[in-house]
């Protein structure tokens, strides 16, 4: 297959597309460790009062389990924070005490028996286990021998809302 422009926006699949490319990701950065991400959903009772998202101050890893409310009013909590070595999506009803006692800090009278396990995402991340933070990456691979391919790696969640602009920075990437 020939194409003159290559996005790859892959999510957890961008290093394995750009290695088909021919491109050695690990010295360029883009290897990525799988980050999973637990959430569990509140029961009604223990919403009350809750107007709006609660976001604590971040953790290494992310921004910590924070609470939100999604279009039909239900509250979740989430994400924590596991690195993993393959994608698995089950919650651990056993993360619940934690869950519970990081919501309390900034919600006092939530329960544990409040929390019901809900769902699970996995997150790109570039750096691994206590390694320092580090950026998602938006390059063009043109001196690599791949002019016009693009790669997006690493994006997670600030990829949606900042997606606008990272069409724009694309776009400015690639030959005219």
Not at 37 to 51: H, P, W
Not at 107 to 115: N, R
């Amino acid at each position: 297959m020939r194409a003159a422009r290559v996005i790859n926006a892959a999510g957890l699949a961008a290093p394995r597309v750009a290695e088909l490319a021919g491109l050695d990701i690990d010295p360029l950065g883009y290897r990525q460790h799988l980050c999973k991400g637990d959430y569990f959903s509140l029961r009604g009772s223990a919403t009350k009062g809750l107007a709006h998202l609660i976001y604590p101050l971040p953790v290494h890893a992310g921004l910590g389990v924070h609470l939100t409310l999604d279009l039909s009013g239900q509250v979740r909590a989430g994400p924590d924070t596991t690195y993993v070595d393959a994608e698995v999506y089950d919650v651990d009803p056993n993360k619940r005490a934690a869950f519970g006692a990081a919501i309390r800090r900034y919600f006092p009278h939530v329960q544990d028996d409040d929390l019901e396990p809900d769902y699970a995402g996995m997150r790109p991340k570039l750096q691994g286990p206590g390694q320092p933070f580090r950026d998602f990456v938006i390059a063009e691979s043109a001196e690599h021998g791949l002019p016009g391919f693009v790669q997006l790696v690493g994006i997670e969640s600030p990829g949606l809302t900042a997606s606008e602009a990272i069409a724009r920075r694309v776009a400015a990437l690639l030959p005219r």
